[in-house]
C-alpha cells in the first residue's frame, strides 16, 4: 500500500486516517487496523500521528472539513515550492531548502491548528496541557495521580495527562503496560484510552497490556468492575478474575477467567512470567525488562514454548542459561546485543 511510505505529516492531512483516528467511519477503521498490522516501518510514525489528531480532538471539539487542506495549500502557494526550479549545479542545495521549507510549513500548519482549535473552546474552559511520564526499557514506575489513584508503569511505556486532571474529568493515554488502583469517585469515572480501546471505571484495580507492536491487548480486572469499549462496538463489562484479549492480526476478542489473575501485574514488584509463550514474545519482554537488544539468528526455536517466573534481578545470561533446559539454542553477548544462534 501507498501508506508505507507515509510521513507525518501525510498521516495528520489523510481524510481515512483521521476517520480511523476519531471513530467516526467504521471502514476507514478497519483498513487502517489491517495496515497496522502488517507492522509497516513507518508504523510509530503513525501511532504519533493518531496521539496527535486525538490530543486535538480530546474535548470532543473538532477542527471543520477541509480547514488543514486549505491552511496547507495556502503555505504551499506561498513558500511556492512546487513552481521553484534548481539548476543542476545546485541540485543538493535546493533538496536541502525545500526540507527547511517543508519542516517550517508543518511546524507553522502545527501552530494553526493548535491556534485554530484553542480559538473554539470556550474561554471559560482551560487549555489543555499535557503531563507525559516515559518510563524507559529496563525500569518500573510508580505515581500518583492528583486524585490519589495509583499507577506502576512498566518499562517502555508511556503516559499521559491532563495538568488538570481530576478537576473536571480523569482521563489518562496509555501506551505499554501500566496497573492501575483507582481511587473511588461514583460521579467521575477514571478512563484509560489506548490505541484500539477506551477503559471505564468508578473505583477499582486492574491491568492493561497495550503495547503497539503486540498482537495481544489484554486487560486484566483483580478488583471492581471495569467496561472495555473497542472502537464504535458496545462496551464489554468485566467481572472480577476476567481477561479482556483482542488479538491484533486478526481483530478478534474474547473474555476467559484465570484463578490468578493478580500474576498478570506481577511484573510490578519485579517478576517476569512467561506462560506457554513463543519464544519470541518471550525476548520482547527480555528487551523491555533487562533493556537489551536481541538478534534471533536461530529460526528453528522462534515458536517454541516456555512457561516459568524470573525476576528483573536475575541476569540476562542467568535466564537464557535456564531457557535453554527446554528450548535448544545457543547465546552470545556482545555489549547491550544478545545473538541466539
Given at each position: 500500500m501507498k501508506y508505507k511510505n507515509y510521513k507525518f505529516d501525510d498521516f495528520v492531512l489523510n481524510e481515512s486516517f483521521?476517520?480511523?483516528?476519531?471513530?467516526?467511519?467504521?471502514?476507514?477503521?478497519?483498513?487502517?487496523?489491517?495496515?497496522?498490522?502488517?507492522g509497516h516501518k513507518n508504523k510509530e510514525t503513525a501511532l504519533e500521528a493518531k496521539m496527535l489528531i486525538l490530543q486535538l480532538r480530546f474535548k470532543k471539539c473538532e477542527l471543520p472539513d477541509g480547514f488543514v487542506k486549505n491552511e496547507w495549500l495556502k503555505l504551499e502557494n506561498t513558500l511556492k515550492l512546487n513552481?521553484?526550479?534548481?539548476?543542476?549545479?545546485?541540485?543538493?542545495?535546493?533538496?536541502?531548502?525545500?526540507?527547511?521549507?517543508?519542516?517550517?510549513?508543518?511546524?507553522?500548519?502545527?501552530?494553526?491548528?493548535?491556534?485554530?482549535?484553542?480559538?473554539?473552546?470556550?474561554?471559560?474552559?482551560?487549555?489543555?496541557?499535557?503531563?507525559?511520564i516515559i518510563v524507559p526499557k529496563g525500569e518500573i514506575q510508580k505515581i500518583i495521580l492528583p486524585d490519589k489513584t495509583t499507577v506502576f508503569i512498566n518499562s517502555d511505556s508511556k503516559l499521559k495527562y491532563n495538568k488538570h486532571f481530576g478537576e473536571e474529568k480523569r482521563e489518562v493515554i496509555l501506551e505499554g503496560e501500566a496497573?492501575?488502583?483507582?481511587?473511588?469517585?461514583?460521579?467521575?469515572?477514571f478512563i484509560v484510552h489506548t490505541f484500539e480501546n477506551d477503559i471505564t471505571v468508578l473505583g477499582t484495580a486492574f491491568d492493561v497490556f497495550a503495547y503497539p507492536n503486540e498482537n495481544i491487548y489484554r486487560a486484566s480486572l483483580e478488583r471492581g468492575k471495569i467496561?472495555?469499549?473497542?472502537?464504535?462496538?458496545?462496551?464489554?463489562?468485566?467481572?472480577?478474575?476476567?481477561?479482556?484479549?483482542?488479538?491484533?492480526?486478526?481483530n478478534q476478542a474474547k473474555i476467559f477467567e484465570t484463578k490468578n489473575v493478580q500474576s498478570y501485574s506481577s511484573w510490578k514488584e519485579g517478576k517476569i512470567v512467561f506462560r506457554n509463550q513463543r519464544f519470541t514474545d518471550?525476548?520482547?519482554?527480555?528487551?523491555?525488562?533487562?533493556?537489551?537488544?536481541?538478534?534471533?539468528?536461530?529460526?528453528?526455536?522462534?515458536?517454541?514454548?516456555?512457561?516459568?517466573?524470573?525476576?528483573?534481578?536475575?541476569?540476562?545470561?542467568?535466564?537464557?542459561?535456564?531457557i535453554k533446559y527446554t528450548t535448544l539454542f545457543e547465546y552470545e553477548i556482545v555489549k547491550d546485543t544478545v545473538i541466539i544462534k
Open positions: 483521521i476517520n480511523y483516528a476519531t471513530n467516526k467511519n467504521q471502514t476507514d477503521v478497519v483498513k487502517w487496523e489491517k495496515w497496522f498490522s502488517k513552481d521553484f526550479k534548481a539548476p543542476v549545479k545546485n541540485r543538493i542545495i535546493f533538496k536541502q531548502s525545500i526540507w527547511q521549507y517543508a519542516a517550517v510549513a508543518c511546524v507553522i500548519l502545527f501552530f494553526m491548528c493548535a491556534i485554530f482549535y484553542l480559538s473554539v473552546i470556550p474561554k471559560s474552559e482551560k487549555v489543555v496541557e499535557y503531563q507525559e496497573c492501575f488502583d483507582v481511587e473511588y469517585d461514583p460521579e467521575t469515572p467496561s472495555v469499549s473497542h472502537n464504535s462496538e458496545k462496551a464489554i463489562e468485566l467481572k472480577v478474575n476476567q481477561n479482556y484479549q483482542l488479538l491484533r492480526n486478526s518471550i525476548l520482547r519482554k527480555l528487551e523491555r525488562s533487562h533493556n537489551v537488544i536481541f538478534n534471533l539468528q536461530n529460526k528453528k526455536v522462534e515458536n517454541c514454548k516456555y512457561t516459568g517466573t524470573f525476576t528483573t534481578d536475575d541476569e540476562i545470561n542467568t535466564i537464557l542459561d535456564v
